[in-house]
């Protein structure tokens, strides 16, 4: 069973919300990352948590903060949210960080109003 | 500097038509691993497929086939005999290994090639 699973697939927020993002995985990979993609871009890593350890791209704002409760979820929490950070966000999951496919789920297609 | 070129932005094909798709990459790394993924309308970003830098055989998988050249660091994609669901973005990826300490590893993706497949 290769999937990804990501709740809610679309979200509407306001810029003074708190909401989370989820993301599921049962293949038993070690890595899971959270990206984020606008229109016509390729995905832009936001953050990587592979074998317990996070890893952050440092150009992601604070507004946005990941939580691993177990090595099959990655959430994704967000505050604050502007309005450019409306975009999809993709969760992924691999074997390992480096050499190993990635498994994406569908998404969350998040609107910031 | 990108370290993944996919130089065509959009390609239009009529359908039954073969179509490559190009990817030319950078890397300081003597071991690395490429990949193509299809993003199709909906959104959910697919593998395709990996190789590994010291595997330069070409591969064929049905109407797909890839072509791993090191001499001119390129990883092409062929699609033969292209039909409507073959529309989507493609990337090509790069993985590429941190600096030991200052960074983290990830994959590198391209900036994609949006093929249309026309009926």
């Known amino acids: 069973d290769t999937e990804v699973t990501q709740t809610p697939k679309h979200l509407v927020m306001g810029m003074t919300n708190k909401k989370s993002l989820k993301c599921e995985q049962h293949m038993g990979h070690r890595a899971m990352y959270w990206y984020k993609q606008k229109a016509k871009k390729p995905p832009e890593l936001m953050f990587v948590?592979?074998?317990?350890?996070?890893?952050i791209n440092e150009s992601v704002p604070s507004r946005f903060s990941p939580e691993c409760p177990n090595s099959s979820l990655l959430n994704l929490h967000l505050h604050a949210l502007q309005p450019e950070d409306s975009a999809l966000y993709l969760c992924a999951s691999s074997q390992d960080q480096r050499w190993s496919e990635q498994y994406f789920g569908p998404g969350t297609r998040l609107t910031v109003t | 500097a990108q370290k993944v070129t996919q130089a065509q932005t959009e390609i239009s094909v009529v359908e039954k038509e073969d179509v490559t798709l190009d990817c030319v990459y950078e890397?300081?790394?003597?071991?690395?691993?490429l990949f193509w993924y299809k993003q199709p309308p909906s959104g959910e970003l697919v593998f395709l497929i990996r190789?590994?830098?010291?595997?330069?055989q070409n591969e064929i998988s049905g109407r797909y086939s890839w072509n791993f050249q090191k001499s001119t660091s390129s990883f092409n994609f062929t699609i033969t005999a292209s039909q409507v669901v073959d529309s989507a973005v493609y990337f090509c990826a790069l993985s590429e290994a941190g600096v030991l300490g200052t960074s983290y590893d990830k994959v590198i993706f391209g900036p994609g090639t949006s093929l249309s497949v026309i009926p």
């Open positions: 948590y592979s074998y317990e350890k996070l890893s």
């Open positions: 190789r590994n830098s010291f595997d330069e």
């Open positions: 890397t300081r790394d003597t071991t690395y691993y």
